[in-house]
């Protein structure tokens, strides 16, 4: 169990700082293309150096067949995520929306890792798991925004609770009216499809060809669709924001070999590993308050507080 704590909340440290690398040079205009062909570059160039470090000491991995067509559709699934989950934190007055959406990612891992790998957590392991995605959800709405509730629920809701209803679950009723939140809950289901297939990926290769493999492939694929598409502009091809890109990249692809190599312990199932995961985003918060000066008010240490209580209870 200390293992997996170890690695995973180790690689969800480095996300965190990864991402206020990416949230401080993105909020400059990097161009998006350039953001993610950097930085899946990065971490394939990255997993790439593991893997040779790892075939010198241990030697080279056996790769199955098994490994392949997890491979291929995770492909597919991470160059949707990459754009989707961009492309909806770039319409501003819905990046809370956005993000609260995505949060919901552990509940969805919950039903497709016992689809995919016949992964099922605890009764205790499910508690925490809802516990994280609960907090997470409420960590990153935004009290202050709202929506207009559906006329249907308007006759269904007492008058007294409607506002408690708007503000909670806004991001859930503005699905239909906002495109940033379809795309959030476009790439939290896509995410929820591609961690059992990253496990399969891992267990019929290594964490290092995994990593390696997927985020080389992910850059190409990402490159040639701007490129055909003409989204990739000469004067930003190689320039400082590239590299930039490339180096939060590497710290990327550390952060995915020590997630990866979660799934090689008995208590690294695909729903705890997943979910830990997601204590990034309460170490991204406390970065960017530390960094940025981000305010975060009473609702926010609560719902952290919420999401810490859901690691503890997968720990039983």
């Known amino acids: 169990m200390l293992p997996v704590f170890v690695l995973v909340l180790g690689g969800a440290i480095l996300l965190g700082v990864s991402n206020i690398l990416i949230g401080y040079f993105f909020v400059k205009k990097m161009d998006v293309n350039v953001m993610v062909v950097g930085s899946m570059l990065g971490g394939g160039v990255f997993g790439t150096l593991a893997f040779g470090a790892q075939a010198s000491i ?94 249907l629920l308007k006759k269904i809701i007492p008058g007294k609770l409607q506002s408690a209803v708007n503000v909670y679950t806004a991001p859930l009723f503005r699905l239909f009216a906002s495109k940033s939140a379809r795309l959030a809950l476009l790439s939290a289901f896509c995410g929820s499809l591609a961690l059992p297939l990253g496990k399969r990926m891992v267990i019929n290769s290594s964490p290092t060809i995994q990593t390696a493999a997927q985020f080389l492939t992910v850059s190409l694929v990402v490159y040639a669709i701007a490129k055909i598409t003409g989204r990739w502009k000469k004067a930003i091809r190689f320039n400082n924001d590239f590299r930039i890109a490339f180096t939060i990249g590497m710290l990327i692809g550390l952060a995915e070999v020590l997630f990866s190599s979660g799934y090689l312990f008995g208590f690294g199932i695909v729903p705890y590993v997943g979910t830990l995961k997601r204590f990034h985003i309460i170490v991204t918060a406390i970065l960017a308050a530390i960094f940025l000066k981000v305010p975060y008010g009473r609702s926010k240490i609560i719902a952290a507080a919420v999401t810490l209580a859901g690691i503890v209870l997968i720990a039983f």
């Open 58 to 151: 241990f030697g080279i991995p056996k790769i199955s067949s098994g490994f392949w067509i997890p491979f291929a559709i995770t492909i597919l699934l991470a160059t949707v995520i990459e754009y989707a989950g961009i492309k909806s934190f770039q319409i501003k007055k819905d990046i809370s929306l956005a993000a609260a959406i995505q949060g919901l990612t552990p509940i969805f891992v919950i039903f497709t890792s016992l689809i995919i790998v016949k992964e099922l957590p605890t009764p205790i392991g499910l508690i925490g798991i809802l516990t994280i995605a609960a907090g997470i959800y409420f960590f990153k709405w935004e009290k202050g925004e709202t929506t207009e509730i559906p006329r």
